[in-house]
Every structure is written in C-alpha cells, then in structure tokens.
C-alpha cells in the first residue's frame, strides 16, 4: 500500500537551513509526483512545491528563493531544503503523492524555528 | 494565486444529518486540459489531511458515498450525508489548476 514517511529535525535556529526527507513505498517517483505542504500550527494548509515523475519542479514564489526539492529514486526519497529559516517557517511539513491533486500523505514531521 | 474562499467557517450537525460547504474560487479553475482540479481534503483532530474528492466529484479510494462534490468554473460545494462521529474535523477545499496551489481556510465540522 502508498505510504509517505516524513523525517528531520525538530527544532531549528534562524537562518539555519532545514532538511526534511520523505521516504516513499507502494508507488514508484519515476510515475508519481511528490509535493510538499506546510501547516503552520493551528492554521491552514500552504502548498511549498511540487517534484514531478519526470524530475522538474514548481515551487510556490513565497518561497521559491529559499526552497530547493530534489529526489533519490534508488532511495524512494524526496528531499526538501530550505535556508534563512525565520521563526514563521514553524509548523509541520507534509509530503504528499501528487498526480492532479495531493492524494495520500504522511504523518507530518513537527519543525520548530527558535532561538 | 487563486483565492479559495470557504463557507462556512464552522458548523454543527447532529448525528444521521446533512451538511454542505461551499467554496468559491477567485479564478476559474477549469484547466487548459478541461480538466477541473478542485479536491476536498478533511484533517481529523491529530492527523495529516486526507483526500476526500478530486476533480470536482470524484471521490477517493475508499471514500464513502456519503461524500459528494459537485459545481463548476468557481463555485463548488461539498456535501456530506448521513453524518457519522467520525466524520468531524476540519474540511478544505483545494484548488490545483493553477500555480502556486492554494486551499480555501477551512470548515470546522462539530457533532452536537
């Protein structure tokens, strides 16, 4: 069955760069795209970007400067790095399957950006 | 980027009864393929958010028929029958025609 599982660190400083891991099963990257979505506590959903099957991406311009997403398919990993990390980054990241829409999800993964 | 607008902000439904959410979008969202990618998503207290509906009217894999999505161009709605314990949460309404993508605010759903 489809599963996502999101890993990193928990808490960050300002301006320090997060690395966040999506680690893929049941489907192939090659054939799915993989998006990134972020919830800042108690708020609402904002989409961060997209890798597609093929490997391009989109990313949303709020946060186009500072977001790289790459992948391993040998690894079944999608990778998300974004640097200068200010206290509003705070929330939890979700990694999704995309294909039109975001389908399946992971748990989240909590991240904190504090001094 | 397209606004999503949802209402209503909350809501309070007793158990075995109806309620619908509206969401309207600030562009249409009929995609130069015809498609149209509007998708309801619901969060339970604690979890991630799941796909409920995609493309207008087309539910999930393992969603029940309880959930039906219907509307077109910017105007859609949500409607879920026969409401169960189970069923509260937070609804969005999400729209991946253009980007960046964008989700409406949300729709709390309580059981009296």
Not at chain 1, 65 to 82: A, E
Not at chain 2, 21 to 49: A, D, E, M
Not at chain 2, 63 to 90: M, N, W, Y
Request: proline share 4%.
């Amino acid at each position: 069955q489809v599963q996502l599982e999101e890993s990193g660190p928990g808490l960050m400083q300002p301006s320090e760069t997060l690395s966040l891991t999506c680690t893929v099963s049941g489907f192939s990257l090659t054939s799915n795209g993989v998006g990134w979505v972020r919830q800042p506590l108690g708020k609402g959903l904002v989409w961060m970007g997209t890798i597609w099957a093929g490997g391009s991406t989109n990313y949303n311009s709020a946060v186009q400067s500072r977001l790289s997403i790459s992948r391993d398919t040998s690894k079944s990993q999608v990778f998300l790095k974004m640097n200068s990390l200010q206290p509003e980054d705070t929330g939890t990241y979700y990694c999704a399957r995309h294909v039109g829409q975001l389908g399946d999800w992971g748990q989240g993964v909590m991240v904190t950006v504090s001094s | 980027d397209v606004v999503m607008t949802q209402t209503p902000v909350s809501l309070s439904v007793s158990l075995g009864g109806q309620v619908s959410i509206s969401c309207r979008s600030s562009q249409s969202l009929v995609h130069n393929n015809g498609n149209t990618y509007l998708s309801w998503y619901l969060q339970k207290p604690g979890q991630s958010p799941q796909l409920l509906i995609y493309k207008v009217s087309n539910r999930f894999s393992g969603i029940s028929d309880r959930f039906s999505g219907s509307g077109s161009g910017t105007d859609f709605t949500l409607k879920i029958s026969r409401v169960e314990p189970d069923d509260l949460g937070v609804y969005y309404c999400g729209q991946g025609t253009q980007y960046p993508l964008t989700f409406g605010s949300g729709t709390k759903l309580e059981i009296k």
